[in-house]
């Protein structure tokens, strides 16, 4: 709908601006690819309704100066983290914000190197791939190592801080990690701080949108739970939650492709003949009880069998 103007009052039309940005598409996709994380949604919606309103407000000559779209993206392993800074690439490039709308997602491997002179060649080289869109840098807090003097993570972390200040009109830096390490990190470098715009908490999923999400993962690979599966999965999210090293939605596909085995081991063992397709997608109890979880056993890999 576009606002009558009286001479010389420009207006912009915000459903055209945007159905051609697609953020409200963008946006149901994210709400369809993931569970739960109402706070995240909600913080996404904002940020790209800031954004769009920006976008207006230049076009009838309102300027506050160019947003800042440096983030961090804070929470345990497994809960969306960088599913939700894929979408936040395709928001940005759907808003003009940036050239291309890819995401480069890098560690401190593919940043710091190993001796003198390697580190800057390989930072500016990530750099460069991530130019015009988006750089995600998972426990970003690994680039500062102040207990070894010859480590070369500030050098790293000194680069990309000139770089987001001097291309931030072509690059937008999201870094990750837990949270409690990233406010060290940033009480240890308050120019990566001072750079960061929005900051986002992802919470841990609940019992209930664990299930959720492990059966959007069986439909997906087109198996299903039986009745006495599902109740057995929801005994394994209960104990799986309380053990070491748990990691969300990471944990939940790895303990589905561990039942998966046992149920085509099982089926294969049976020497049933012919299976039904039935056979074939359902996950039983025994599939899922079989695992070490039930047993109590000790390290976290063992612990998603």
């Given at each position: 709908?576009?606002?009558?103007?009286?001479?010389?009052?420009?207006?912009?039309?915000?459903?055209?601006?945007?159905?051609?940005?697609?953020?409200?598409?963008?946006?149901?996709?994210?709400?369809?690819?993931?569970?739960?994380?109402?706070?995240?949604?909600?913080?996404?919606?904002?940020?790209?309704?800031?954004?769009?309103?920006?976008?207006?407000?230049?076009?009838?000559?309102?300027?506050?100066?160019?947003?800042?779209?440096?983030?961090?993206?804070?929470?345990?392993?497994?809960?969306?983290?960088?599913?939700?800074?894929?979408?936040?690439?395709?928001?940005?490039?759907?808003?003009?914000?940036v050239r291309k709308g890819h995401l480069v997602a890098v560690t401190r491997d593919d940043l710091v190197g190993q001796f003198i002179g390697h580190t800057a060649p390989k930072t500016k080289d990530v750099l460069k791939r991530a130019m015009g869109g988006v750089l995600f840098i998972d426990e970003a807090y690994y680039l500062y190592r102040p207990e070894n003097e010859r480590d070369y993570g500030q050098e790293a972390i000194e680069i990309m801080l000139q770089v987001m200040e001097d291309q931030r009109d072509d690059l937008v830096v999201i870094v990750a990690g837990y949270k409690d390490r990233m406010d060290r990190f940033f009480q240890s470098?308050?120019?990566?701080?001072?750079?960061?715009?929005?900051?986002?908490?992802?919470?841990?999923?609940?019992?209930?949108?664990?299930?959720?999400?492990?059966?959007?993962?069986?439909?997906?690979?087109?198996?299903?739970?039986?009745?006495?599966?599902?109740?057995?999965?929801?005994?394994?999210?209960?104990?799986?939650?309380?053990?070491?090293?748990f990691a969300n939605a990471r944990s939940m596909r790895n303990g589905l492709d561990r039942a998966r085995l046992r149920q085509a081991n099982r089926l294969v063992e049976a020497r049933g003949g012919q299976l039904t397709r039935e056979q074939l997608m359902t996950i039983e109890a025994e599939d899922i009880r079989a695992s070490r979880v039930f047993a109590g056993q000790g390290t976290a890999a063992e612990g998603d069998q």
């Open positions: 709908m576009t606002a009558s103007t009286t001479p010389g009052q420009e207006a912009s039309d915000l459903e055209a601006a945007s159905d051609r940005s697609k953020v409200d598409e963008l946006l149901a996709t994210l709400d369809a690819e993931l569970v739960g994380l109402a706070p995240v949604k909600t913080r996404i919606r904002e940020i790209a309704a800031l954004l769009l309103v920006e976008k207006l407000r230049a076009e009838v000559g309102l300027t506050g100066g160019s947003p800042s779209l440096h983030m961090s993206f804070t929470g345990n392993p497994g809960t969306g983290k960088t599913t939700v800074a894929l979408r936040m690439a395709e928001i940005l490039h759907g808003l003009g914000y470098n308050p120019g990566m701080s001072s750079r960061i715009a929005h900051h986002v908490d992802f919470p841990d999923y609940t019992p209930d949108e664990l299930l959720a999400i492990a059966q959007l993962m069986l439909e997906q690979m087109q198996y299903r739970l039986s009745d006495s599966a599902r109740r057995t999965l929801i005994e394994y999210i209960g104990i799986r939650r309380q053990q070491p090293n």
